[in-house]
């Protein structure tokens, strides 16, 4: 029986399996190999298992991670003046630097043994995010160093004499490094990498010695104009045949110091008017020794494989933290303006249209917050999940674009006035090249997240394919037909499990105890996990590998996998927090608008699929009701807006985290100014009823003379007022400054 299923059954599948994927290329292969599911593959399930989220807890930092940051990262945001980085010097100073050094910044992966601090990823984290509400250029220039780079390969791929010599050098800050992949004529494209070089013989050290001798040309290399040491990928060649029978070796990492002869440092890049250091560098025939490949030369060809695992984790850290810091700085200083800023006697919060935009930054710093926080966790305890990572990198930055826009409108001309003052300018500036660096936020999004995790996190697809691939056919077939039986039975329940959830809009959907009321969105999730796993189901048996092709499918569906997750760590963040009440309506807001969002996507991808036919049934049995769920209330809006404008643990602990500022500057003045105001709101509604509405000296004046308000009534609204009035001016230069 079973050798006619393979004859009659198993083999012609295999064919036409074989037709319908296209093959995987070498560098897909690394790619979809690197890094580890994780609570993707449970979202991909139609069933996840929320006690293996719930149970990991927050994020913990030691007491030695807790001091840094209350130590070195304050003393070193105080440091900073990012207008005089930006628009004065373009650099950050000498003595900036030297602390840097000094305190192990570019140390904080690297392990004590080695010289650095060997912090956690958690800690590595809150780091960024602290450093980066200060300064982005600064923040990037700490970043780097500790995200895909030479410190992180070295620890991972090197050998004991790489680590025993660079490491402790990298941690002091005696090496500075940079790490080249994007050249010119591919970007980061890899397989169309022209960067090469040659395995032949050259002098090293006065000896004959076996290396490479290679030529590049990278660009926008952050940390590139004062690198001391280059980490470079490059395809290497061996057409003499002087390792083996192979003249096509692969993409291969090495480790070469800045003052090789044949390396010339570009000058400059300005990006966006960031200060920190970036741009180009090459190579004209520089002989690298095989002891410079990272790992040595066991290592050749396998450099794709090494940047993918590197990336699968540092990508869940840098920008996002950057992404984090500056979503919770915007939520803070801009609930604070809008309390404090005033039109018509009343603030501008109290209008609608602004409440709206308020609700929005404080459910972006929430959830962004939140998935951050569930991320580090999981890095904590050594996982890897690479398509985590790639969501938390586009949508985190997509998130802070959104953030930072809508705190550039409530502030209006004091956000547009360039000067000291003006603490989003140069947040807003930054945001491209956050959407841009690291995987284009597009192409992460149309191809990586759903095409890399639907077959990631896919139970059988990815042993499917290899079946497909394998050269031995009888082998292949084998494989195939033990998996059929499994990949059947998982067909089955997630028809049955996405069409009873569909119809009953999630009512019947399990959810975890002790969720209280967040009962409801667990269903929720549960309920659209299952109608995403029959989706893709439906689409990759249809389609095969033209849904490759289909990138607004695959970035739809992969919209609906990311708001999954980050509204999963939403949820994870309130019962991690004590589920207080007062939170609420911060979870009510962010789970109505992803849960809308999820929708919207899914309906998008029902009317545009390729077979119209297929994409009415999966509607009529997943969403035959349409929309059932609907964006957040203008009523829950308020509750949001009112959270960023009132003082409380709420807001507290929404932007935990966020510098505050040094004396005198903006985001101290609206701090104080945001203090003061709320400090004398009762002797304020006494001057209304009064029937005094203005907000100034006079007015406070002649509501003592009134007896509306005491002497000390007087004395603290004159502060206020006076508090005010330096907070939301703006700077003004002469014309020297503006060149004219």
């Known amino acids: 029986m079973s050798d006619l299923r393979k004859k009659w059954f198993t083999a012609p599948l295999l064919k036409l399996i074989k037709k319908v994927l296209p093959p995987i290329s070498d560098t897909e292969r690394e790619a979809m190999e690197a890094g580890e599911v994780w609570w993707d593959a449970q979202l991909l399930s139609g069933k996840p298992d929320w006690d293996e989220l719930l149970s990991m807890g927050p994020p913990q930092l030691t007491e030695e991670e807790q001091a840094f940051l209350d130590g070195p990262v304050e003393e070193l945001c105080r440091m900073v003046d990012d207008w005089k980085i930006s628009y004065e010097d373009h650099d950050i100073p000498e003595e900036v630097w030297q602390f840097l050094k000094q305190e192990r910044f570019f140390g904080i992966i690297i392990p004590k043994e080695f010289g650095g601090l060997g912090f956690s990823p958690s800690a590595h984290a809150e780091i960024v995010t602290k450093v980066s509400t200060r300064s982005t250029s600064v923040g990037v220039t700490v970043m780097v160093p500790n995200s895909l780079g030479p410190g992180e390969l070295l620890m991972a791929h090197g050998t004991e004499e790489q680590k025993n010599y660079y490491l402790p050098r990298l941690a002091d800050g005696r090496e500075i490094p940079c790490f080249g992949l994007t050249s010119p004529e591919a970007g980061s494209d890899a397989a169309a990498m022209v960067d090469s070089g040659v395995v032949c013989y050259g002098e090293y050290k006065g000896e004959k010695t076996l290396g490479m001798r290679v030529n590049w040309h990278k660009r926008y290399i952050t940390l590139g104009p004062v690198a001391t040491i280059l980490g470079l990928a490059f395809k290497l060649y061996d057409p003499d045949h002087l390792l083996g029978e192979e003249e096509e070796l692969g993409i291969t990492v090495a480790l070469v110091p800045t003052d090789t002869e044949g390396v010339t440092i570009g000058q400059r890049h300005l990006p966006a008017m960031q200060a920190f250091q970036n741009g180009p560098n090459w190579g004209e025939d520089v002989f690298v020794p095989m002891e410079w490949i990272i790992g040595g030369q066991e290592n050749v060809g396998r450099g794709w494989h090494m940047l993918m695992s590197a990336l699968a984790a540092g990508r869940g850290i840098s920008l996002p933290s950057l992404s984090t810091g500056g979503a919770k700085m915007a939520a803070r200083t801009t609930g604070a303006y809008a309390r404090i800023r005033e039109q018509f006697s009343i603030p501008i919060g109290k209008f609608e249209g602004v409440q709206r935009r308020l609700a929005e930054i404080a459910s972006i710093a929430y959830v962004l917050d939140s998935a951050h926080k569930t991320t580090t966790r999981a890095l904590d305890e050594g996982r890897k999940p690479a398509v985590v990572s790639a969501i938390m990198k586009a949508h985190a930055t997509c998130g802070l674009r959104q953030s930072i826009n809508d705190a550039m409108d409530i502030h209006a001309g004091k956000a547009i006035m ?7 300018g140069n947040v807003y500036r930054a945001v491209p090249v956050a959407i841009t660096v690291e995987g284009a936020n597009i192409l992460t999004r149309s191809l990586m997240i759903f095409g890399q995790g639907a077959i990631r996190c896919h139970p059988y697809l990815l042993e499917e394919m290899m079946a497909a691939e394998n050269p031995d056919t009888e082998a292949g077939i084998d494989a195939l037909d033990k998996l059929l039986p499994k990949h059947a039975w998982f067909q089955f329940k997630t028809l049955l499990r996405g069409v009873f959830h569909g119809w009953t809009v999630g009512l019947f959907a399990s959810s975890p105890r002790g969720v209280g009321k967040a009962a409801k969105y667990y269903r929720q999730l549960n309920r659209y996990s299952a109608i995403l796993t029959l989706t893709t189901e439906i689409s990759l048996m249809s389609l095969g590998g033209e849904l490759k092709r289909k990138e607004l499918i695959s970035s739809r569906l992969g919209d609906v996998l990311s708001q999954l997750y980050l509204l999963s760590c939403t949820l994870k963040r309130f019962k991690d927090d004590g589920s207080p009440k007062e939170d609420r309506p911060l979870l009510e807001f962010a789970m109505r608008a992803g849960l809308h969002d999820i929708e919207v996507s899914l309906l998008e991808v029902f009317q545009n699929f390729p077979h119209r036919f297929l994409g009415q049934l999966m509607h009529f049995l997943t969403m035959p009701w349409g929309h059932s769920v609907h964006t957040a209330s203008d ?13 409380s643990d709420t807001r ?15 985001v101290d003045l609206v701090e104080q100014a945001f203090v003061k105001v709320s400090e004398t709101e009762d002797a304020r509604d006494k001057m209304k009823r009064g029937g005094i509405r203005a907000f100034n000296r006079k007015s406070i004046d002649d509501a003592l003379d009134q007896r509306l308000v005491s002497d000390e009534e007087a004395e603290k609204l004159r502060a206020a007022a006076e508090a005010v009035d330096m907070a939301i001016q703006v700077d003004h230069f002469d014309n020297l400054v503006t060149g004219k």
């Open 652 to 666: 507290d602990r929404l932007t935990r985290g966020v510098f505050l500022g040094n004396p005198g500057d903006g």
């Open 635 to 647: 009523r829950q809006a308020r509750a949001c807006a009112e959270l960023l404008m009132t003082p």
């Open 418 to 424: 360039d000067g000291p003052l003006n603490y989003l």
